[in-house]
C-alpha cells in the first residue's frame, strides 16, 4: 500500500489555493483571446467570399423565382455571430475569474496580516451557489518594495469598476443628452478592461501573497528543523 502523503502546511496549500485562482483566470483569459481570434478572421471586411450560389427548392423570392443562397456567405455570417456570443460569454466568465483571483489575494493577504493561518482562500456565496469577490484594496504593505505598482494596478482596478458605474448609471436613464452618450460609450469601453486590470492586479497581488508567507514559513522550517534535531538526538546510542 503506497504511504500516505504528507498533509501540506497552511501556507503551501494557501498559496496553491491562490495559485488555483490564477490558472482558472488563465484559462479564461486564453479562451478568450481565442474567441477575439476567431471572430476577427471570419470578419466580412477581412475575407473574400465566394460568390458560387445554391437554390433552395420550395422557397421563392418576391418575384416568384426560386430563392438562391451564397452559403460561404451564410457560414461566415453564421460564424460571426456564434464567435461574438461566445467572445461575450468568456469574456464575462475571465472577468469574473480575474475578480475571483485578485480579490482571493488580496483576502489572503489580510487574512495572514490578522494573524490567522487560512489553509485555502475561502469566498462568501451568493443565491446560486457562486462565489461572490472579497474587497481587492490591500493595506499594511508598506515596506513591500513592489508596494507601488500594488497600488498602481489596484487604482487601474478602480478606474474600471467607475467607468463600469458611470456608463450603467447613464444607460439606466430615460433620457441621455448626445454629449452623455457619448460618455456612455467611453466608459462602457474603458469598463470592458476590468477583466485585464484585474488580471493584472491578480497577479502582482499573488506575488504579495508570497511576501507575507515569509515569517509564517521561516517559523514553519524552523520547527521542522528542531523536529528533525531532536529525532536526531533520541536515536544516537547511550555511551
Avoid at 508567507?213 to 521561516?218: D, F, H, S, T, V
Wanted: aromatic content about 8%.
Amino acid at each position: 500500500m503506497p504511504e500516505k502523503p504528507a498533509q501540506q502546511h497552511w501556507t503551501e496549500s494557501l498559496f496553491d489555493s491562490v495559485y488555483a485562482l490564477y490558472e482558472t483566470a488563465h484559462e479564461y483569459r486564453t479562451a478568450h483571446r481565442a474567441a477575439q481570434v476567431a471572430e476577427q478572421m471570419v470578419g466580412m471586411d477581412r475575407r473574400q467570399i465566394h460568390e458560387g450560389r445554391i437554390a433552395l427548392q420550395g422557397r421563392a423570392n418576391a418575384y416568384g423565382r426560386t430563392r438562391t443562397r451564397e452559403p460561404h456567405e451564410k457560414a461566415i455570417y453564421d460564424l460571426g455571430t456564434l464567435y461574438r456570443q461566445a467572445e461575450s460569454k468568456l469574456h464575462r466568465c475571465y472577468e469574473e475569474a480575474a475578480l475571483l483571483y485578485a480579490s482571493g489575494a488580496a483576502w489572503s493577504i489580510a487574512t495572514v496580516q490578522d494573524g490567522h493561518t487560512p489553509a485555502v482562500v475561502e469566498f462568501n456565496t451568493d443565491d446560486n451557489g457562486d462565489a461572490v469577490p472579497h474587497r481587492l484594496h490591500i493595506p499594511g504593505l508598506d515596506t513591500y518594495a513592489e508596494g507601488p505598482a500594488l497600488d498602481a494596478a489596484y487604482n487601474a482596478v478602480r478606474d474600471c469598476m467607475g467607468a463600469a458605474e458611470y456608463a450603467e448609471d447613464l444607460a439606466g436613464r430615460d433620457y441621455v443628452t448626445d454629449h452623455e452618450a457619448g460618455e456612455m460609450f467611453r466608459a462602457g469601453n474603458a469598463a470592458l478592461g476590468l477583466a485585464d486590470a484585474a488580471f493584472a492586479y491578480g497577479l502582482l497581488a499573488q506575488r504579495a501573497v508570497n511576501f507575507v508567507l515569509l515569517e509564517p514559513r521561516r517559523a514553519w522550517h524552523s520547527e521542522l528543523a528542531a523536529a528533525r534535531a531532536t529525532a536526531q538526538q533520541s536515536i544516537q546510542p547511550t555511551p
